[in-house]
């Protein structure tokens, strides 16, 4: 699979901040860091949408929308999913007070995430739709010479 080299520094590079920021969140949790996170995965997320529905603005594939894949549509998710619960416990941590129904619902939440990755990971091929075909259209005359 051929993807273009600066796409994929980005997104490594992305990878690398976003397991820094929950290293933070594991260890030293402060609003900022919630913050950071939130900004990190709605961002993400907005790129992520973006190319699948108008396509980026620069590269090979610009201005094409690339396909859907399981894994990605997962991860974007996911990402979602992270900037929710961060959203609710930063932005409204003392409007919904947790019971034991919020703590059943964060465990139904995990168990959703944990087959949701799974399905992700394991799909080979999960396209929803082919990519565009970019090849030049060649004249039937011109196939014969």
Do not use: N
């Not at 990605?72 to 900037?83: G, I, K, N, P, Y």
């Not at 409007?95 to 995430?113: D, F, K």
Request: glycine share 6%; hydrophobic share 50%.
């Amino acid at each position: 699979m051929e993807e273009w080299l600066p796409a994929g520094l980005f997104f490594f590079c992305v990878a690398v901040l976003e397991g820094a920021v929950a290293v933070a969140l594991l260890t030293a949790t402060s609003s900022r860091v919630e913050r950071t996170a939130i900004c990190l995965s709605l961002g993400t997320l907005a790129l992520w949408l973006t190319s699948r529905t108008v396509g980026l603005p620069i590269g090979p594939m610009s201005g094409h929308p690339e396909p859907v894949g399981r894994a990605d549509a997962v991860a974007s998710a996911l990402e979602l999913t992270t900037a929710l619960v961060l959203l609710r416990t930063t932005v409204v941590p003392k409007a919904i007070p947790w019971g034991p129904s919020s703590y059943l619902r964060a465990a139904l939440i995990m168990a959703a995430v944990t087959a949701s990755t799974t399905l992700g990971v394991t799909s080979e091929h999960g396209r929803l739709h082919t990519p565009p075909d970019l090849t030049p259209a060649v004249p039937p005359q011109a196939r014969s010479r």
